[in-house]
């Protein structure tokens, strides 16, 4: 699938949804920013730029704990890794 263009991805979904190319490419801009903008969100929060409750609010609780969870698993990660060194 990596080896098709984007113009027939955009075929594909045209045709198996029944909708007109605008309406897909409308829904595919308002997926991808949102997309985009939850990345950001997390990038600030991670670097202490945007509050938890920020993102309690944006993303809701269980984004808010796997991220926390990942980020804890790293942080142990590095821990144990400088420790061994």
């Given at each position: 699938?990596?080896?098709?263009?984007?113009?027939?991805?955009?075929?594909?979904?045209?045709?198996?949804?029944?909708?007109?190319?605008?309406?897909?490419?409308?829904?595919?801009?308002?997926?991808?920013?949102?997309?985009?903008?939850?990345?950001?969100?997390?990038?600030?929060?991670?670097?202490?730029?945007?509050?938890?409750?920020?993102?309690?609010?944006e993303?809701?609780?269980?984004?808010?704990?796997?991220?926390?969870?990942?980020?804890?698993?790293?942080?142990?990660d590095?821990?144990?890794?400088?420790?061994r060194?």
């Amino acid at each position: 699938m990596r080896d098709k263009t984007l113009a027939e991805h955009l075929d594909f979904i045209v045709t198996k949804k029944g909708e007109d190319e605008a309406a897909v490419l409308a829904q595919a801009l308002r997926t991808g920013v949102e997309t985009l903008y939850q990345e950001a969100l997390i990038e600030a929060y991670l670097l202490g730029e945007v509050s938890r409750e920020t993102v309690l609010q944006e993303l809701g609780p269980l984004r808010l704990a796997e991220i926390d969870y990942q980020r804890n698993t790293l942080q142990r990660d590095v821990e144990w890794g400088l420790k061994r060194a």
